[in-house]
């Protein structure tokens, strides 16, 4: 539910970009920013908020998290002026940050090795479902009540379901009422509590943490295109009505659906026959190539509803390394999973800034107002995405400072 409602949020305002930039007179490469802040503030504070995940635990930190983005997600139906909704969007993604970090450490506490890829999965493949979701819910809201209510909408959501969560949710299985000695045998070891931070002179000589964070930061580049500009790409650059964007919106996110699922399933099923290397790596690298040329067939062909199908079945490429990617960061991270989480989101969502800002200056200035040619800078960062992720070793941990430093026994 977290993950739905997350993308539910993020969906929302390219969704409602055409009245809003009406309603404020905001230009193309002006509304670049607009989408790009948010992924600014959002890596800015991935880091710090998943390593808190680590110290207090998730039951606390997301409970804080998604109250704190469903209120910036109603104050941006409040927004009267360019600056405002600036602010507002920073604010949210400043909230926002390290909701997946800190849902990848509940992952390490609460799921066996073998099956995380699994989780992972369930995990991306509901933030794909509320990305679907999203144009049947927002789009009628909008066009019954205007684009202001559907933000008050959502901002509701976020928060009865951060009290469900902090009512329901414990940090640990041990902790939890209700489960058995028999699940807590079969959920293994439980990842210890980093009592202290992790220990980043040492993580940064790691040549893992580098490829990791490389490899994410080009991936955003072209993922965050589904989250920014999709919906504009398909109104003015393929000419698809409000109505029709019910539909052939939401496409890409039911090939999401179906590409996390996946690829967290074969993932894992390949760690359990052949290994981590192989497990996770066939997986990204194969996913991440098969993106990056269904967004190049997606800019040369010339017919509407063939795009649409191409950036669907790339979108459905792509998310089928997610699972593995977010895996990894288990498998490197240890104790230290959530900010090595963070970390790597913190790159990705860099790149995530840095793409949809210049989308829109590139559009008008580099590319004569044509959506397509934009697409290829994308596709060329997918494709380097997919070789960076052949230099990442899964079954190397990322050394870092111990948790608890425990005293020697006296000899006497």
Request: aromatic share 14%.
């Amino acid at each position: 539910m977290l993950s739905i409602i997350t993308y539910l949020d993020r969906v929302a305002i390219g969704l409602a970009s055409g009245r809003i930039q009406a309603d404020l007179n905001i230009s193309p490469e002006r509304w670049g920013l607009v989408l790009g802040v948010f992924a600014l503030s959002y890596a800015a504070f991935e880091i710090p908020t998943g390593s808190m995940g680590d110290r207090l635990g998730p039951r606390r930190i997301l409970t804080r998290i998604v109250a704190w983005w469903s209120v910036f997600t109603a104050v941006t139906g409040f927004v009267s002026n360019y600056p405002q909704l600036l602010i507002s969007r920073f604010m949210f993604g400043a909230g926002e940050a390290g909701a997946y970090p800190n849902s990848s450490s509940s992952i390490s506490r609460w799921f066996p090795k073998e099956e995380r890829g699994r989780a992972h999965g369930v995990v991306w493949m509901a933030s794909r479902l509320g990305g679907a979701i999203a144009p049947w819910l927002v789009i009628p809201l909008q066009q019954a009540y205007g684009w202001r209510v559907s933000f008050f909408f959502l901002g509701i959501i976020g928060i009865v379901w951060a009290l469900v969560w902090y009512a329901w949710y414990r940090d640990t299985p041990a902790e939890k009422p209700g489960v058995t000695q028999d699940e807590l045998v079969e959920i293994g070891k439980p990842v210890p509590v980093a009592h202290k931070g992790i220990s980043w002179g040492i993580a940064l000589r790691s040549r893992n943490l580098w490829m990791i964070m490389l490899m994410y930061h080009t991936y955003c580049w072209g993922s965050f295109f589904y989250l920014s500009w999709m919906p504009t790409y398909l109104a003015k650059g393929r000419g698809f009505s409000e109505d029709e964007l019910r539909t052939y919106a939401m496409l890409p996110f039911v090939a999401g659906i179906c590409g996390n699922l996946f690829g967290g399933w074969l993932s894992d099923r390949l760690v359990k026959r052949f290994g981590l290397k192989i497990g996770r790596l066939s997986v990204g690298f194969t996913g991440l190539a098969l993106s990056a040329v269904c967004m190049l067939a997606t800019a040369l062909t010339e017919d509407r509803y063939q795009a649409v199908y191409f950036l669907s079945l790339g979108y459905g490429c792509m998310d089928c390394m997610l699972p593995a990617s977010w895996s990894l960061c288990l498998d490197v991270g240890g104790q230290h999973a959530g900010t090595i989480s963070g970390a790597m989101n913190m790159a990705g969502q860099i790149g995530s800034f840095i793409s949809s800002s210049i989308f829109g200056y590139a559009l008008v200035y580099w590319f004569n107002n044509n959506y397509n040619s934009t697409l290829i800078p994308l596709a060329g960062m997918l494709l380097l995405s997919a070789v960076l992720y052949l230099f990442i070793d899964p079954t190397k941990e990322i050394v870092t400072a111990p948790a608890v430093l425990e005293p020697e026994p006296s000899l006497v």
